[in-house]
C-alpha cells in the first residue's frame, strides 16, 4: 500500500470520528454478548463474522494512527496498520453484515456495529474496494434517473397491461394509475417492475385516494454500498418529484430500507426538512383499515400463517404493530415466530447480500435460523413486507425444501379485500 | 431475427424481478470474450431501464431490445 492511499483512507477515518463513533471504539469490552445476537457467527462459527471483531478491525486501525500506544509500540496498543490484508477482511466483514442491528439490540453498550462499518464501507470504497455489483446497481439506478425522459415512455407503456388488470379487478373502466399528476395528495414509490404497483393501485383506488405513482424506484443501492452521496441523489430524485408534483405524502412501499433512507436519514444528508411526511404502506394500509376505507374479509386465509419480521421495518424502523393488525385482520391462524419484534432473527438477505453472489454460499448457510424458526411454528404461507426478504425466503424455501408460500402483505390484503364491483 | 446476432451465451432471467435480471447478466458478463453477446430473456419490465442503465454505466452496449408476448429479450455486448 503507498503512502498516499494509506493517508487519503486515514483520512477518512478523521473525517468520520465524530462523538459517536469515538465512543463506539473506546466503550466496547469484548464480553461478546453479541456473538450469540448475529446470524451470520452463529451458523458459522467464524470469527469474521463477530459482531465485535468487525467494529475491531477499524477499532485497530484508530489505535494505530490516532493514539500515542498505538503509533509507537503497535503490538502493545493491538495496533494495526492499513494493509491489502486488512482491506480484504475489512471487505468480507463489512459487505457480508445485513445491517439487521441484531447485534446493537443485545449489546450492553448498544454498540452500532452498522455505523462503525459505515465508516469502513467508506474507507473500502476510497480504496476502489467497495462491492462490485452494488456500485453497479447504484450507477444505473441514477443513470436511469438522469436519462429518465428516455425510459418514461417505456414505463407508461409497460403500465398499460398493469391498468388493464386494475380495471378488470376493480370493476371499474375509468381505473388508472396516474403518472406526474400534479395536485395529488400521495405520491407512491414502488419497485421496479410493476408487481408492487398493481396491489398498491387497487388499495388506493378502493381507499379513493388522490395519488400518483413515481416514476423512480424506491430502493437504493447506493445506501447498501455505503456511498452517501450517490445514495442521496438516488432518495433525491424522488423529493424532488415529490416537491415538483406538491404532494402531502410520500408513501414508500414495502421496502425496509427505502423507508429508511427517505425518513430516517435523507435529511441529516440534505441538510433540508421535507416539506412533505413520509409514510411506510403499511402504516398507510392499517390506516384505511382502521378508518373503514376499505374492507377485507375476516379469516380470508385459514391456512397457517406466520410474519417474517423485515428488520428493517421492525427493529430499525419501529413498525411492530401495523403489520400485525394487517395480519390479524385476514388470518385466522396467525402464528408469531420466536423470538419476534427487536429479537427476531434476520433472514441472512439483508444489506443488498441477495444481490452480491459472491456470498450466496453464506446467505444460504445463514438462514438456517430463519427456517428453523418458520418450521417450528408450521406455519405453510409466510408474509413479509420487504423485497429482500421474500428473495432470501424463496432462495431458502428451495434449498432447504420448506415447501411454504412467500407473499407481500399488499398482495395479502388484496386477495381479501371485499371489492363492490358496482359501488365502482 | 435472432439469428442475425451471434449469441455466446443464453441467459433465462425469466421470473426474477428486478433487479435480478441486471445481476445475473452482470454476473455472466465476464464469462463471454469481449465482443460476445449475451442473450438474456426476462419478464420483469423493470428490466427495460434496468439493463440498458446498467450496460451505459459499466461501458458495455445493449445492442438490440426485442418485446415478444410478455417477454423482453436482451442482447448485451460486452465491449470491454
Known amino acids: 500500500m503507498n503512502e498516499t492511499r494509506e493517508k487519503t483512507l486515514v483520512d477518512i477515518l478523521d473525517k468520520k470520528m465524530n462523538r459517536q463513533l469515538l465512543y463506539y471504539l473506546d466503550i466496547c469490552t469484548r464480553c461478546s454478548i453479541c456473538k450469540d445476537a448475529c446470524h451470520q457467527y452463529v451458523s458459522t462459527r467464524d470469527v469474521l463474522y463477530l459482531p465485535a471483531y468487525r467494529a475491531e478491525l477499524i477499532r485497530r486501525v484508530y489505535k494505530k494512527y490516532f493514539t500515542g500506544m498505538g503509533q509507537f509500540i503497535p503490538a502493545l496498543g493491538e495496533a494495526r496498520e492499513i494493509d491489502d490484508k486488512l482491506l480484504d477482511e475489512l471487505y468480507q466483514t463489512t459487505y457480508a453484515c445485513t445491517g439487521c442491528r441484531r447485534c446493537m439490540f443485545y449489546c450492553p453498550f448498544s454498540i452500532d456495529t452498522t455505523w462503525i462499518l459505515s465508516v469502513a464501507k467508506a474507507m473500502l470504497i476510497a480504496a476502489g474496494r467497495g462491492s462490485q455489483i452494488l456500485a453497479e446497481l447504484s450507477g444505473a439506478s441514477i443513470s436511469k434517473g438522469e436519462n429518465i425522459d428516455l425510459f418514461k415512455d417505456i414505463i407508461i407503456d409497460t403500465l398499460k397491461s398493469t391498468e388493464k388488470e386494475l380495471q378488470e379487478k376493480v370493476g371499474d373502466a375509468k381505473a388508472n394509475i396516474p403518472i406526474g399528476k400534479e395536485g395529488a395528495d400521495t405520491l407512491y414509490v414502488a419497485l421496479a417492475g410493476t408487481h408492487t404497483i398493481l396491489p398498491a393501485a387497487i388499495i388506493f383506488h378502493q381507499a379513493r385516494v388522490n395519488w400518483t405513482l413515481s416514476l423512480f424506484e424506491a430502493s437504493n443501492y447506493g445506501y447498501f454500498l455505503g456511498n452517501v452521496p450517490q445514495a442521496k441523489t438516488i432518495a433525491q430524485r424522488i423529493v424532488d418529484e415529490a416537491r415538483r408534483l406538491k404532494v402531502k405524502e410520500v408513501v414508500i412501499t414495502e421496502c425496509g430500507h427505502a423507508y429508511r433512507v427517505m425518513s430516517h436519514f435523507y435529511e441529516t444528508w440534505a441538510g433540508e426538512k421535507h416539506l412533505f411526511k413520509v409514510r411506510s404502506i403499511l402504516e398507510v394500509i392499517a390506516e384505511y383499515i382502521r378508518e373503514g376505507k376499505i374492507k377485507l374479509a375476516r379469516g380470508h386465509v385459514s391456512k397457517p400463517l406466520t410474519y417474517h419480521e423485515p428488520c428493517q421495518v421492525g427493529r430499525n424502523a419501529g413498525f411492530y404493530e401495523e403489520p400485525r393488525y394487517i395480519v390479524r385482520q385476514v388470518a385466522s391462524d396467525f402464528r408469531e415466530l420466536t423470538p419476534n419484534r427487536e429479537r427476531n432473527w434476520c433472514c441472512g438477505g439483508g444489506g443488498g447480500l441477495v444481490a452480491e453472489f459472491e456470498f450466496d454460499d453464506l446467505r444460504i448457510k445463514t438462514g438456517e435460523r430463519k427456517v428453523q424458526q418458520i418450521r417450528e411454528t408450521g406455519a405453510e404461507i409466510v408474509v413479509s413486507p420487504c423485497e429482500n426478504c421474500r428473495l432470501q425466503l424463496d432462495t431458502l424455501n428451495e434449498k432447504y425444501n420448506m415447501e411454504i408460500e412467500i407473499i407481500s402483505m399488499m398482495d395479502l390484503v388484496v386477495d381479501a379485500m371485499v371489492i363492490d364491483k358496482a359501488a365502482n | ?80
Not at chain 2, 465476464?30 to 449475451?38: L, N, S
Not at chain 2, 442473450?39 to 439493463?51: C, E, F, K, Q
Not at chain 2, 452496449?61 to 436482451?74: H, L, P, W
Open chain 2, 1 to 80: 431475427m435472432s439469428d442475425e446476432i451471434k449469441v455466446d451465451l443464453e441467459l433465462d432471467v425469466r421470473k426474477l424481478l428486478c433487479p435480478m435480471p441486471m445481476v445475473r447478466v452482470s454476473q455472466n458478463i465476464g464469462k463471454v470474450p469481449v465482443g460476445g453477446v449475451i442473450r438474456a430473456v426476462a419478464t420483469d419490465p423493470g428490466s427495460l431501464a434496468d439493463i440498458p442503465s446498467w450496460a451505459r454505466t459499466t461501458g458495455n452496449e445493449v445492442i438490440k431490445t426485442e418485446r415478444n408476448d410478455g417477454e423482453f429479450v436482451f442482447y448485451v455486448k460486452r465491449v470491454k
